[in-house]
């Protein structure tokens, strides 16, 4: 394709959608801001994502006897949360409903224990606490999502809501004041029930409306903000949301509804990245990414080829990484090919996995600027030779054909799910870097459950045999990581598990009403690892 060409589209494409857009409220509006600027706060994790790595000490060999490995001096830590999971006030000071208010409250029986996010840990009040408890770990950088119902309730900047300006001013400015660079999430699962109202990530409408919340997002707070993240693991809020219905916001669509969800999120992202790339990058000076999800798979038996190995990755982590960071901005070839083939044998008139046009193509590659990567567990794959059965409803995990088990030796944390797997760290890191050509990485959240502890040995084991990994990664096989995020730094609502699973560095008693932050053993062990710079014996 010719180059003038390509470039023209791309105009045409941000023209378009700067014109005949959905959402026409115009330009944000100023919110006047009580705050002190912090000019020379110097945004360490901004510089580290914008930098290639060094050729590694190691590379490939073996260390030296006596050699202790180290994460290199631009190596940085965060911890993170997400709103709804930590904020509480879910009604007060003009906040509007978000899907997991609306599912919480209308359906007690899908959470664990019945809870709710009502209340949660009372961030909005006790922000202040969170900072303290990062400072005292020396976290770098914290990593919180902003509630999208929050600031513009019903979507856009005509329900522009002050007190949410006001109270995320403050907790950014409280943490520039306290040395720690913040790294914004725009949306974290909890989507305004008034767009999902509209369709949420089954329409296109909601690529319109993210751009325009985007623009909010960079104007009120784009000159203290340099690193973004536009979505939050949009395999699991697409599969479990949008295709089997089971988590929030219930749409039961599958085999459909998970790949147009899907399709709106990378377009959205890639709207939300132009718009920066446009209007603010020159003055504001930002990264912009995508934090994606997935596991590392291993073969389950001695026959098990490596092609499905590849194939298990792309259905997960490709499915998204590829239009982003592959050749040629498309979903896998084996996404493609497969879910095109199960959709003629459904006697469909075109695939139920939507096309991207040429000049959206153009658009969504490239259209990040560092890898967010969330890692947790691993799994075991083999390939599901079952004849394809169009009598049954069509569903991701049919397309996939992918079956996943785990290794009895592998041991498990409160979660059902999270299986302890640290070496897959490690190999997904350099599935990253044969794949993609070792872009910057930036690990958004890895943690353990359990059941709130203070002494948690678990937590402090998990942490250090994942860091081993991360370490190993990176010093001797050269992978580009630029930091390492722990998940998470105070206990919190996790999702459908309630209050049932905890994932803290600090411990909350939710039955106090002082919600008091009390640290775990295993934030003084996390603190141990940032100021050595080294894995602490434990």
Known sequence: MNRCWQWCAVLVLVYAAHC???ITTGMPTLIERDRDPVASFPYPLRQALGQRPSPPPYNGTEQEPGDELKFPANFLFGAATAAYQIEGAWNVDGKGPSVWDTLTHTHPELVVDGATGDRAADSYRLYRSDVEA????GFNYYRFSIAWSRLLPRGDRSSLNQG????YNALINALLAHGIEPVVTMLHYDLPQYLQNLGGFASPLIVDYFREYADTLYWNFGDRVKVWITHNEPYDFCVEGYGTGSTGPLVYATGVGEYLCAHHVLLSHAAAYQLYKERYRSQQRGKIGITLSGRYYYPATNVTPYDTVERALLFQIG????PLFGEDGNYPAVMVDEIGNNSALERRSHSRLPTFTSAERLLVRGSADFFAYNYYSSRLVELDRAEYNTAEPPAWRRDARILQSVDPGWSRAKSTWLYVVPEGLRGVLNWFRRRYRNPTV????????????????????????HLDALLTAVVVDGCNVAGFTAWSIIDNFEWLRGYSEKFGLFYVNFSDPQLQRVPKASADFMRRVISTRTIPAH
């Open 20 to 22: 005949q857009g959905y």
């Open 319 to 322: 499915w998204f990484a590829e």
């Open 442 to 465: 930036l690990i958004t959240e890895n943690g353990y459950s359990d059941d709130g502890q203070l002494d948690d040995a678990a937590r402090i084991d998990y942490y250090a045999r």
């Open 134 to 137: 990062l400072e005292k770990v």
């Open 164 to 167: 949410a300006v006001r109270y």
